[in-house]
């Protein structure tokens, strides 16, 4: 689903932020993205969405080298690869049902197809009865919801989490990794960088550390190996 050949990534200023790396992702796969700061995560995920240009290498998503594509087909990529960020980034004057739907529209589904899929989406993050309200209205944990319901509604192939819980208390975080652990049963790739430690040492699922632009480390059933 996704394989990253020899990557290096070296930027203008001279700095390596990842320096030789190899890696393959299978599909339906859920891995954590683990290291210090500088590491060379942000790096990673930037180059998988082709906000940055690898130096060296070839990235492979469902099969295409998306380093040999044009900036036009940017946005079909963006159709395969989804984002939820720490900071939710959700639209603060439209309703959760808006704000999901909107993410349909600009792909330009139909009505019809809006209407289907908004509200399946929304059941499948525990959120059917709150459609109508605002995001100040809700926790951190049910925006950070909303905005994986947003992030799948177009059902991308591939989910990349990037510090979904790092903002949200213990409590919530797990609402949100167990929504994160339902969508992936279901086949959705999933691709989470993250510093939550209790969270990966007790999901059991595959991680990979990287350190100074290197994988130090990739175990099926990882830990997260820091202190913190
Ligand atoms: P992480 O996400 O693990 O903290 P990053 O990928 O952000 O790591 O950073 C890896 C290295 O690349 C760091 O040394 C960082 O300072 C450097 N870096 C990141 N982005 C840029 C940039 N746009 N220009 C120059 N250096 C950068
Ligand atoms: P339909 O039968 O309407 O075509 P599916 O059978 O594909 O829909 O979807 C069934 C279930 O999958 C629903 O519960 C829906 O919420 C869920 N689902 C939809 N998109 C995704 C996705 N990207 N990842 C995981 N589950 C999804």
Excluded at 21 to 35: A, Q, S
Excluded at 75 to 101: C, G, H, M, W
Excluded at 170 to 187: D, N, Q, Y
Excluded at 191 to 208: E, F, G, P, S, Y
Aim: proline fraction near 4%; aromatic fraction near 6%.
């Amino acid at each position: 689903m996704i394989e990253f050949r020899n990557i290096h990534k070296t930027y203008d200023n001279g700095v390596q932020a990842l320096n030789g790396i190899n890696l393959k992702i299978n599909k339906g796969e859920f891995v954590f993205l683990v290291g210090p700061s500088g590491a060379g995560k942000s790096t990673f995920i930037k180059l998988l969405l082709k906000e940055e240009e690898p130096s060296d290498g070839c990235i492979l998503v469902d099969n295409e080298d998306i380093t040999r594509f044009s900036r036009r087909k940017v946005p079909y990529l963006r159709r395969k690869i989804s984002v939820v960020f720490q900071d939710f980034r959700l639209l603060e004057e439209k309703t959760l049902y808006e704000n999901v739907a909107f993410a349909m529209q600009v792909v330009g589904a139909s009505p019809k197809d809006i209407r289907r899929q908004v509200p399946m989406v929304l059941g499948m993050v525990g959120l059917s009865d709150r459609a109508k309200q605002y995001p100040h209205q809700l926790s951190g944990g049910e925006k950070q919801r909303v905005s994986i319901a947003r992030a799948i509604v177009n059902r991308p192939i591939i989910l990349i989490a990037d510090e979904p819980t790092g903002n949200l208390d213990p409590e919530t975080a797990w609402e949100v990794m167990k929504v994160l652990r339902h969508i992936s049963r279901r086949g959705t790739t999933i691709l989470m960088a993250t510093h939550a430690k209790d969270i990966v040492d007790v999901m059991q699922q595959r991680v990979v550390a990287l350190e100074k632009g290197r994988i130090v480390r990739d175990a099926q059933r990882g830990i997260y190996g820091y202190e913190t």
